[in-house]
């Protein structure tokens, strides 16, 4: 892995094979990593409530799945994973930041599961609608199943804060817990969801938060990175 990456074909330039087996490879391998992250938050705490051990299990066996699944729509295209490295260090290099936070558990479920798994509500259905508009309907279909199960772990990661932390709302708990530099203008894509959020049981005022978030670049506020 190395920080940064190759730019991601834009959803509207995934008329070649190439192209389309490098946008596979680039979410097969946020797969892998979220596998590893859940792994590694199932070690690093096991004081949590066997419950959320549990939800933390099922999600790993969902994240490999997804993994499977995309690594055989590259090979039906003709490709191979390997072939793409280096790969980016997209979902580890936040891991930092969530062992600095004094709340270990609660941080991961901010981090991980609303906001990286949040905006990947907006990515999966971006590139679902992509994939079937270049004729790769079984591509499309991946992501759709993607799309679909991302939402139950945005909705467990939102059930366990909720658990966890003494705040009385959505927003308030995801700003208590959400490690710097991850904010809620990370928590989405370019073309906002706001039923998927919904279907994950999040509430209108923290969507509505999420949908209105400015980066610091955009805001202006300076700050480091
Ligand atoms: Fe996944
Ligand atoms: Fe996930």
Redesign the pocket.
């Known amino acids: 892995m190395v920080a940064g990456a190759t730019p991601l074909p834009r959803p509207g330039r995934l008329g070649t094979r190439e192209a389309r087996a490098r946008a596979l490879a680039r979410f097969a391998h946020h ?1 892998l990593q ?1 596998v590893e992250l859940f792994a590694y938050a199932l070690l690093r705490w096991p004081e949590v409530p066997k419950g959320l051990s549990l939800d933390w299990y099922a ?1 790993l066996l ?2 490999q799945r ?1 993994a499977a699944l995309y690594l055989e729509r590259i090979e039906a295209l003709g490709f191979r994973f390997e072939a793409f490295a280096p790969h980016s260090d997209y979902l580890w290099k936040h891991l930092p930041a969530i062992e600095a936070s004094e709340d270990g558990p609660s941080a991961f479920l901010a981090a ?2 609303l906001t990286l ?1 949040q905006a ?1 509500l907006d990515f999966s259905a971006l590139y679902r609608d992509a994939f079937a508009e270049a004729g790769d309907s079984e591509s499309a279909a991946v992501c759709a199943l ?1 799309h679909r ?2 939402i139950g ?2 909705r467990m990661a939102a059930r366990w804060l909720r658990e966890l932390r003494p705040e009385p709302d959505d927003r308030g708990r995801y700003e208590a817990s959400v490690p710097f530099p991850l904010s809620a203008a990370r928590a989405k894509g370019r073309r906002f969801e706001a039923a998927a959020r919904r279907a994950a049981g999040l509430s209108d005022d923290f969507i509505e938060h999420v949908r209105r978030a400015r980066s610091s670049q955009e805001t202006g506020r300076s700050g480091s990175s």
Do not use: C, L, S, T
Request: aromatic share 0%; no cysteine; hydrophobic share 35%.
């Open positions: 797969e979220a999600v969902d994240e997804h991980m599961g798994e990947n993607v199960e991302e772990h945005v």
